[in-house]
């Protein structure tokens, strides 16, 4: 059967991808049985950025919103982003925080967990995978971050699959978080998967290069078997190809999605309104247009923004293109990372500090922390003049880096009680343990309504 299924993911990336993951629930509450009516193979709605946001910005509990959007959900899967051991965070968390972080996910609502390391390190998703089966009840997807570079190739990407699907996963995704797959290599990547796997394969692409829809399709003719994308007013450009036409361009063929483009006008027309609300609310400035030499520097979109404005507080932004074509430099001196959260931060940062006051002049904590192995196993070489000028004649870490780390929820639990929260609960601590300085904030406004 080569029915194509759909995972929609306006309530996490597509708004994390266009406005800035400002979405709030109030304003998912309307849709959400009408999109469970759909016929999704999963709704993307937690997870990434949502946790972080949701206090940050909004005055939410993230742990209340998916409870919430699971009692009015009720057949289709709820599913989340999982950055590996670094759970939702910007560092490696011990192996307790994993366990009790998975566990309270799937109690609270979660059904699929999408999980990945920036470094395709399979050794970063051994705690969380086996968290995931050991709840006997979620399913366990292991993604493969899709980078290009000259040592990126079909063969390495397919061994990492095989190593996940060793390691257990109910499914893998093809994670292309800058849109810099193009549609023959999608074509060939898929096939070559489908050979030597024999769990699903999920594709998930960003239209940043103006590849995304091409892409899919030939995807889908290799023979994917789902694809996530992003009803229109939160989806292409930044964003995922668009539900409805995706929905449309596969109707009276063989991969018809079997889903009615006529119980998506009402659901689009919610959103667009509220699109409109947070463009209002937040002054957003949201991306207008693709930009295809993303896939030339290989930076994810909205870094190219930041970057931009980095440069531009410090009076340089007439130096970017410098700093876009030192990227690539510093990306090979660090042994090709693929570009996500963190390693896409360090290495931007690292070319804009390159660029501003000298080659390596400045090095910075994370460049050593890469190249000491503190993040995993970079998919390349380091050259050993650059691992010297780094970090001297320091051991590099070879084995699990979270092996390293204490258990870490009994302090939290004991700061949290310090901080005036005696009796806080576990998704609290786990909220404190991941992001204490915007948690606590939050925890005192809370309750104090």
Same mark, same amino acid.
């Given at each position: 059967m080569a029915r194509v299924k759909i995972t929609e993911t306006v309530l996490r990336d597509g708004h994390q991808s266009i406005a800035a993951t400002r979405m709030r629930l109030r304003q998912m509450l309307p849709v959400l049985e009408a999109m469970d009516e759909v016929g999704y193979n $999963?709704? =993307?709605?937690?997870?990434?950025?949502?946790?972080?946001?949701?206090?940050?910005? *909004?005055? &939410?509990?993230?742990?209340?919103?998916?409870?919430? %959007?699971?009692?009015?959900?009720?057949?289709?899967?709820?599913?989340?982003?999982?950055?590996?051991?670094? #759970?939702?965070?910007?560092?490696? +968390? $011990?192996?307790?925080?994993? /366990? =009790?972080f998975v566990n309270r996910a799937v109690d609270n609502g979660i059904d699929i967990i999408r999980v990945f390391d920036a470094l395709n390190d399979p050794r970063n998703l051994e705690a969380s995978i086996k968290a995931a089966k050991d709840t006997k009840s979620v399913h366990v997807q292991g993604a493969l971050v899709y980078t290009i570079s000259p040592i990126h190739t079909m063969e390495s990407f397919t061994k990492?699959?095989? &190593?996940?699907?060793?390691?257990?996963?109910?499914? %893998?995704?093809i994670k292309d978080m800058s849109g810099l797959l193009s549609p023959y290599d999608a074509y060939n990547l898929i096939r070559m998967l489908k050979k030597h796997l024999s769990v699903p394969i999920e594709l998930h692409t960003h239209c940043t290069c103006g590849l995304g829809e091409m892409t899919y399709m030939k995807a889908i003719e290799a023979g994917v078997d789902i694809i996530d994308t992003a009803l229109s007013p939160f989806g292409? %450009?930044?964003?995922?190809?668009?539900? =409805?036409?995706?929905?449309?361009?596969?109707?009276?063929?063989?991969?018809d999605t079997d889903i009615d483009v006529d119980r998506l006008w009402p659901i689009v027309d919610h959103f667009k309104n509220v699109r409109k609300e947070l463009e209002d609310e937040?002054?957003?400035?949201?991306?207008?247009?693709?930009?295809? $030499?993303?896939?030339?520097?290989?930076?994810? @979109? @909205?870094? *190219?923004?930041?970057? +931009?404005?980095?440069?531009?507080?410090?009076?340089?932004?007439?130096?970017?293109?410098e700093v876009l074509a030192e990227m690539p430099n510093v990306r090979r001196d660090l042994g090709y990372p693929p570009l996500v959260t963190p390693t896409s931060q360090i290495t931007g940062s690292a070319a804009a500090l390159?660029?501003? /006051?000298?080659?390596?002049? #400045?090095?910075?904590?994370?460049?050593? !922390? #890469?190249?000491?192995?503190?993040?995993?196993?970079?998919? @390349?070489? %380091? !050259? &050993?003049?650059?691992?010297?000028?780094?970090?001297?004649? =320091?051991?590099? #870490?070879?084995?699990?880096?979270?092996?390293?780390l204490e258990p870490e929820l009994e302090k939290s639990k004991k700061a949290l009680a310090d901080e005036g929260f005696p009796n806080a609960s576990p998704e609290d601590v786990l909220s404190y343990t991941l992001f204490p300085e915007v948690a606590l904030p939050f925890f005192r406004k809370r309750d104090n309504k």
């Open positions: $999963a709704l =993307e709605c937690w997870g990434g950025a949502t946790f972080d946001s949701c206090m940050r910005f *909004l005055d &939410e509990d993230p742990w209340e919103r998916l409870r919430t %959007i699971k009692k009015h959900v009720k057949k289709t899967p709820l599913q989340m982003l999982f950055r590996g051991q670094n #759970i939702l965070g910007y560092r490696h +968390y $011990a192996d307790d925080v994993v /366990y =009790e990492v699959a095989k &190593e996940l699907q060793d390691m257990g996963v109910d499914s %893998i995704c292409e %450009i930044t964003s995922q190809p668009a539900t =409805e036409s995706m929905v449309m361009s596969l109707q009276h063929s063989i991969y937040f002054k957003l400035t949201m991306p207008s247009q693709i930009n295809p $030499a993303v896939r030339k520097y290989q930076i994810p @979109g @909205g870094m *190219l923004t930041n970057l +931009y404005n980095q440069l531009k507080a410090q009076g340089a932004e007439d130096r970017f293109d390159n660029v501003l /006051y000298g080659r390596y002049k #400045i090095v910075t904590n994370e460049v050593r !922390d #890469i190249v000491r192995g503190k993040y995993g196993r970079v998919p @390349g070489k %380091i !050259d &050993e003049k650059f691992r010297k000028m780094c970090i001297g004649d =320091e051991p590099v #870490i070879t084995h699990r880096p979270a092996d390293d």
